[in-house]
């Protein structure tokens, strides 16, 4: 279930115009002989000096971008704090917007289209990211609740980057998957994509990773509503690291009060940074928007916004890559596996390099510095940074489940 196919702008290496695959219209670019003008948000990472050669460089909190300061800027490097519409950039010179993120709803395309101005996000820039929050979110609820996870059903709603690679651990966790995404089936005829009421009839858990549609077929503004849960199975699951506003949170609250919802799991919620306090304290696990927030997805997102900045103005490091991600403090991760089952011992391995309980207690402990949270969000790598070491364990099934959760090495040892 997305929305409009994501952009992305390619030069035409004949002609100096650039292709904008989304509408499959040429743009003709003005690029200007003077140093470009590029206004950055302060808080993208791996950025600091790259760029200072090729253009003048202004670092701003991308919440506090004023229309004053776009002015006479020549592109932007944002994230989704930035709204970037007709009140920040009408008559303002911008000519190329590049976000440094996987959703692009703070961008007003339509805008953008009418004013000449080309942009483009950063798709599945994070998506490893987000995998293993969720993955970590499965195993702290099966530990909570007690339950196997290959005892349990999983709807994907939303299968793109990100919720490709969810549905890929799922499985790889010994869960039976269910694909949904209607825009990806109407245009792919994929077979094994079911419909709707087939993942609320038969889901014991539901996780999100859709667009914010505000309007049209695939509208998804309010999907989950009072109506959403009349058809879903007593004590779902949820989790949710989309966009908040996917979600009538009244709508939840009732459903959790009436105990059709068991547990839910958001990172997102619908008037961020100002939270839903009643909400906060009815769901399972709680986190200030940053599922996709490891280093390496941070990295990811810049490299990719980086490169399509420099395409749009010529800049020749286009093929420059954020290398310099800090190693974790012990990347080696030693389990003893003696009488623990295989869940357990996944569980073991993911507390040692991201437990979403740690997002959880910084969010519940001051839910008012939420953007704080996230502007000083500690270092996390993701699984490839990280071997395993498996003592006293002969489980070569083990040692795959892991590898194919993404972890750079498993070594069992007897």
Request: charge should be positive; hydrophobic fraction near 40%.
């Amino acid at each position: 279930m997305r929305g409009p196919e994501q952009t992305n702008l390619f030069r035409n290496q004949k002609s100096s115009i650039f292709i904008n695959f989304a509408s499959n219209k040429t743009i003709p670019f003005k690029a200007k002989m003077s140093k470009i003008r590029i206004l950055i948000d302060q808080n993208i990472p791996f950025i600091q000096g790259l760029l200072d050669s090729f253009a003048e460089l202004i670092y701003l909190p991308g919440n506090k971008m004023s229309r004053a300061d776009v002015k006479n800027a020549d592109g932007l490097l944002v994230r989704t704090r930035t709204k970037c519409d007709a009140h920040l950039l009408k008559d303002s010179s911008v000519q190329f917007i590049a976000s440094a993120t996987i959703g692009f709803d703070h961008i007003d395309t339509e805008f953008c289209k009418e004013n000449g101005i080309l942009w483009a996000n950063a798709p599945g820039c994070n998506a490893s990211s987000v995998e293993q929050y969720v993955v970590s979110a499965l195993l702290n609820l099966a530990r909570k609740y007690q339950f196997e996870l290959k005892d349990k059903t999983i709807g994907i709603i939303g299968v793109g980057n990100v919720g490709s690679k969810v549905a890929k651990a799922a499985s790889a966790l010994g869960m039976n998957v269910l694909f949904n995404d209607p825009p990806r089936k109407r245009k792919e005829k994929i077979k094994h994509f079911v419909d709707l009421e087939n993942v609320l009839k038969n889901a014991d858990i539901i996780s999100f990773h859709v667009p914010l549609n505000r309007a049209g077929r695939d509208k998804t503004l309010h999907f989950v509503n009072s109506s959403f849960f009349d058809k879903t199975k007593k004590d779902v699951i949820l989790i949710n690291t989309s966009r908040g506003e996917i979600i009538d949170e009244s709508a939840l609250e009732t459903a959790i009060d009436q105990k059709i919802v068991k547990a839910t799991v958001l990172d997102v919620w619908q008037n961020e940074p100002l939270l839903n306090l009643d909400l906060l304290r009815k769901i399972t696990f709680a986190t200030a928007h940053i599922a996709g927030y490891s280093a390496d997805g941070k990295a990811k997102g810049t490299e990719m916004s980086v490169r399509s900045l420099c395409d749009a103005f010529q800049i020749s490091i286009s093929d420059w890559s954020a290398l310099e991600i800090p190693n974790p403090e012990n990347a080696l991760l030693q389990i003893d596996c003696r009488n623990k089952d295989n869940q357990e011992i996944i569980f073991e391995v993911y507390s040692k390099c991201y437990s979403i309980l740690d997002d959880d207690t910084r969010l519940r402990k001051s839910p008012a510095d939420f953007e704080k949270l996230r502007e000083n969000y500690p270092l996390r790598r993701e699984a490839k940074a990280y071997r395993v070491e498996l003592i006293h364990c002969k489980s070569k099934a083990l040692m795959n489940t892991l590898l194919k959760l993404g972890f750079r090495s498993v070594e069992l040892t007897f």
